[in-house]
């Protein structure tokens, strides 16, 4: 298990950009795929990105692809998730994850969640 501490979200127009962080505790980040979700109120929780342990492999949404970018810096055990041209759907609380080794799109098979941090993108 690892601990998660997100930071960078915030209050944003349409169009703008935000880059979210996820610090990770631990001498193992580098064994763990790790994603972002996002939930809106009255939605499920839906997969954003996910990025493999060696950042070789990556996942994204349909709804974010060509605007979002997740990237990992194993070095300094963070995540980040780069959020260019942002729409008022995009509003949410995100969240990282990991799971070791592999990637995985389904919340299910996570382990390990920070608290969230608040996007609002206003119109």
């Known amino acids: 298990q690892v601990q998660l501490v997100e930071s960078g979200g915030g209050l944003v127009q349409a169009g703008g950009s935000l880059r979210l962080s996820c610090a990770a505790s631990g001498r193992t980040f580098s064994r763990y795929a790790m994603a972002w979700f996002r939930q809106a109120p009255g939605k499920e929780r839906e997969s954003v990105a996910v990025i493999s342990a060696n950042s070789i492999g990556t996942y994204y949404a349909d709804s974010v692809k060509g605007r979002f970018t997740i990237s990992r810096d194993n070095a300094k055990n963070t995540v980040y998730l780069q959020m260019n041209s942002l729409k008022p759907e995009d509003t949410a609380v995100y969240s990282c994850?990991?799971?070791?080794?592999?990637?995985?799109?389904?919340?299910?098979?996570?382990?390990?969640w920070g608290q969230g941090t608040q996007v609002t993108v206003s119109s």
């Open positions: 994850a990991a799971r070791l080794l592999t990637i995985a799109t389904t919340a299910t098979a996570f382990g390990s």
